[in-house]
């Protein structure tokens, strides 16, 4: 493993991002389309395989909604490199991580990640609800590490938050700051804590639907209209909890929990049968909803 030569810093060109799930597909995607050079990796070349189908997915849909040229497509894609060794990471200006939410596996590849990468490559999570700085000890570049959080679906949601720890560089914040608005994104500056702006509002909300749906308040279908017609929102909190993926709400969920004790956070029990069930939403076909009918039908819980 080698470590390259500290680069003059300047607007970043050259983006990595570690897995290709929901999220890491999407921002991977949106850097690309950017006219940023992407490399992205996940472990081995079958979840490769899946992650590139939901980018080509997602790019096929742009098209047909005529937000793309099918030309554009084809640079987007030329732009974008598919590699299972995060060796393939290491001349990269930043690496976004964007695997589970998981604070050891986390750790472990932004561990492996500072052996590989040159000395000025900013390392960024994803992450949800984990402390930056907690990831950041595990590397030797505190000052180079920020939160870039970003919104579910990625091409979607404008926003996204950048967190700097105590030990953050103000040129690194200023450098990811840049780079949210070449990806046409809006960014907010975000304290360290967990669940930053947004999940402190948001993931209680959720969370509350699902303990409205366990007391028998109502059914699915209900909670859900209650909010969509009676409150605006885009789409109800269980379609929402679908969305986001029953498994990643639960981690949240029990890592916001871990750190503030209290009990908006705590997660409601049906949250982990689903998971046991393995009904994780959208992405496995079935969760509040089930994903596979014709229109998502709510399931009796
Ligand atoms: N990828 C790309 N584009 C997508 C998309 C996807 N997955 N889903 C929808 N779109 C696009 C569509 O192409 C469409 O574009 P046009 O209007 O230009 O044609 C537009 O979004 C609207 O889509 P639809 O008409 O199909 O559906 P909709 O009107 O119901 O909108 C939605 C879908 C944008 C997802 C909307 O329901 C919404 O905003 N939902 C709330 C999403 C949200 O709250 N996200 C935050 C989740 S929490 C989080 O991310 C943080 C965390 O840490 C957990
Ligand atoms: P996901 O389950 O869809 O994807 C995670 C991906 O990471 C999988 O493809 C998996 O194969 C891959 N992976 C696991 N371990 C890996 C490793 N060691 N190296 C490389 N790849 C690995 O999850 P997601 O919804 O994309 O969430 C990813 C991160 O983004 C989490 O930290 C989550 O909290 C955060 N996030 C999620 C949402 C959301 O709405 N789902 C929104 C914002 C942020």
């Given at each position: 493993m080698s470590r390259g030569s500290a680069g003059v810093a300047g607007p970043i060109e050259r983006v990595g991002v570690v897995g290709c799930g929901l999220m890491g597909s999407g921002i991977a995607e949106v850097a690309a389309r950017s006219g940023l050079d992407v490399v992205v990796q996940e472990p081995t070349g079958d979840l490769l395989a899946t992650g590139r189908a939901r980018i080509e997915k997602s790019l096929a849909r742009a098209v047909e909604r005529e937000k793309l040229t099918s030309a554009e497509r084809d640079r987007a894609l030329e732009r974008l490199r598919f590699a299972t060794?995060?060796?393939?990471?290491?001349?990269?200006?930043i690496v976004i991580e964007a695997i589970v939410e998981d604070a050891d596996a986390k750790r472990e590849v932004f561990s492996a990640l500072d052996r590989i990468c040159m000395a000025s490559t900013i390392f960024a999570s994803n992450t949800?609800?984990?402390?930056?700085t907690d990831l950041a000890a595990?590397?030797?570049r505190a000052d180079r590490f920020v939160g870039f959080h970003f919104f579910n679906p990625v091409p979607v949601m404008t926003l996204v938050e950048v967190v700097r720890t105590v030990a953050t560089s103000p040129e690194t914040v200023a450098r990811v700051f840049a780079l949210a608005e070449r990806m046409g994104k809006v960014a907010i500056a975000a304290k360290?804590?967990?669940?930053?702006?947004?999940n402190l509002l948001l993931v209680p909300y959720l969370l509350d639907a699902v303990r409205q749906l366990e007391r028998g308040a109502a059914g699915v279908r209900d909670i859900d209209l209650g909010m969509t017609?009676?409150?605006?929102?885009?789409?109800g909190p269980l379609t929402l909890c679908d969305f986001v993926g029953i498994d990643t709400l639960y981690r949240i969920s029990e890592i916001m929990y871990g750190e503030?004790?209290?009990?908006?956070y705590a997660p409601p029990p049906l949250l982990k049968r689903l998971v046991a069930m393995g009904r994780l939403g959208r992405k496995s076909g079935?969760?509040?909803?089930?994903?596979?009918?014709p229109e998502p039908l709510p399931l009796e819980l």
């Open positions: 060794e995060l060796g393939e990471l290491r001349d990269r200006e949800s609800s984990l402390p930056i595990a590397t030797s360290d804590q967990s669940g930053f702006v947004v017609l009676g409150c605006g929102h885009p789409m503030y004790r209290e009990e908006r079935r969760g509040f909803y089930d994903w596979q009918a």
